[in-house]
């Protein structure tokens, strides 16, 4: 079992940056890839990007260029940089983490979440 935890969400306006952090504990393994998905209100919750067992990372076409995803296995953290904010971005970012994934972006990939941060985009 694999416990995460969220944070560093917040409001901030179009065009700013923010960083969330996810801290990783418990039973991980190199067979486990990491992602970041996020959730807006009335929609489901869609891929933003992740992290392959070869350090290998995936990205929504709708966030290239804008968020960056990293990993400090010394910290067992995982992060997401969040450049030029949009409206769009808003909504409640979950850290997930799963072995053996075959498509990255996809949500049933995954079997540990976290229990989300709330990131509010204003324009």
């Known amino acids: 079992q694999v416990q995460l935890a969220e944070s560093g969400g917040g409001s901030v306006q179009a065009g700013g940056s923010l960083r969330l952090s996810c801290v990783i504990s418990?039973?991980?393994?190199?067979?486990?890839?990491m992602a970041w998905f996020r959730q807006a209100p009335g929609m489901e919750r869609e891929g933003v990007a992740a992290i392959g067992t070869d350090g290998r990372t995936y990205y929504a076409d709708s966030v290239k260029g804008r968020f960056t995803i990293s990993n400090d296995n010394a910290q067992n953290t995982l992060y997401l940089q969040m450049n030029s904010l949009k409206a769009e971005d808003t909504g409640v970012y979950y850290c997930a983490a799963g072995v053996w994934i075959a498509s990255h972006l996809d949500t049933y990939e995954y079997n540990d979440w976290g229990h989300g941060t709330q990131v509010t985009v204003s324009s």
């Open positions: 418990g039973s991980i393994y190199s067979s486990h890839s």
